[in-house]
């Protein structure tokens, strides 16, 4: 369940991480002109944790912060992944309380349902939330229920999360069955409802399969590239440059599946970000975190916390080769709000063009999203 201290990252509610005092906004990138960007995380979450508890109010010190990223705009995931029964009920209400949460605090966050109100966020420095599912299983037959979605403000549905669902088979299927033939209605369903269909966590076949089908842009919000670091949560590049040929975007995480040890540094992101713009071209690459804007203090309470949730995912079987009891889904020297910074300056060190990085961090997006959505 969702509260003032609480985004929902990845499908999974994280809670109560302290922030640090954001460093300074001059991060020598004026001449990439940051302030002017529009900058999306297409796969992300914030929190506050500052003030107390119960209170619906966004903190003066957390609104900062957030005004001060520079982020224009994040994709929220909304649902309950995996297979256990409920996973509707409970979407539908995190939706309820994540639409509160935004009406409360409207001077600092914006519900986006079209791309115009990214650009409405921007121009009135408020964070625009925007509403995905990581998972079809909460749908399985009743394709009705995607358009229940649109109605609620679900704007992208990932086909599959690590598990198998009806519509095809996850990341950590062995089998690597593929796409089901109601996989196949599934897509068209999605496709009709102008939703943007997300194959990030798909198994080889079933994201190839998938973007065989696709008559519309697709998007892999979340991955690393598998040629860089064999995790099947990654991707190889024969899917990516289908995902691109067919006008979509790969987005980067910064999680523990970029690298072997698990511990990604901001070169590590750039050298992945680097080989989908190399295969994919500067047009496809984009940013999907799987992490929140903010600092992650590591102390003894979130320590206990990553185990639980490890032993949690575990259990369910749904935890990836890289994750771990001890291991944080940061990216350690960038883990702070002002991190796109950091990932600007990294580009740029990179030999990135200032264009180029403009289109990494949100044009990209902005641009398959008005053409999938409409608007």
Known sequence: ??????????????????????????????????DRAIVIDGLGGFNDPYGPEDEK??????????????????????NE?????????????????????IADNADVLLRALSTGDFRAA?????????YGVQDTSLVG???????????????????TYNLRNLSGDGSLEPANAGLSKLGHDTIARIEHEKLLLDLSHGG??????????????????????????????NVWDAEMRTCADKGGVIGIYWMPFLVPNSRPTGADVVAHMTHVRDICGEDHVAIGTDGIIAKTVIDEKARATQRKFFQDRSKRGIAAPGEGSDIFNIVAEWDDAMRFRHLADGLSRARWTTRQIEKALGANLLRLYGDVWGT
């Open 141 to 159: 037959t009743e394709l009705d229920r995607l358009a229940l979605l649109k109605g609620l403000g679900v704007r992208i549905v990932q086909l």
């Open 204 to 233: 080889q076949r079933t994201i190839a399969e998938a973007l065989a089908a696709a008559t519309r842009p697709p998007i892999i919000s979340h991955t690393g590239c598998r040629a860089l670091n064999d995790n099947p949560r």
């Open 57 to 78: 109010q966004i903190s003066t010190r957390g609104a900062a912060e957030l005004r001060q990223s520079g982020t224009t705009a994040v994709h929220f995931t909304v």
């Open 1 to 34: 369940m969702i509260d003032r201290r609480m985004a929902l990252v990845g499908g999974v509610a994280l809670a109560g991480l302290a922030a640090s005092r954001v460093a300074a906004a001059d991060r020598g990138i004026a001449n990439l002109a940051y």
């Open 122 to 130: 921007k121009a009135s420095n408020r964070l625009a939330v925007y």
């Open 81 to 101: 992944v995996g297979n256990e029964p409920g996973a509707w009920e409970k979407t539908v209400g995190n939706i309820a309380q994540l639409d509160q949460l």
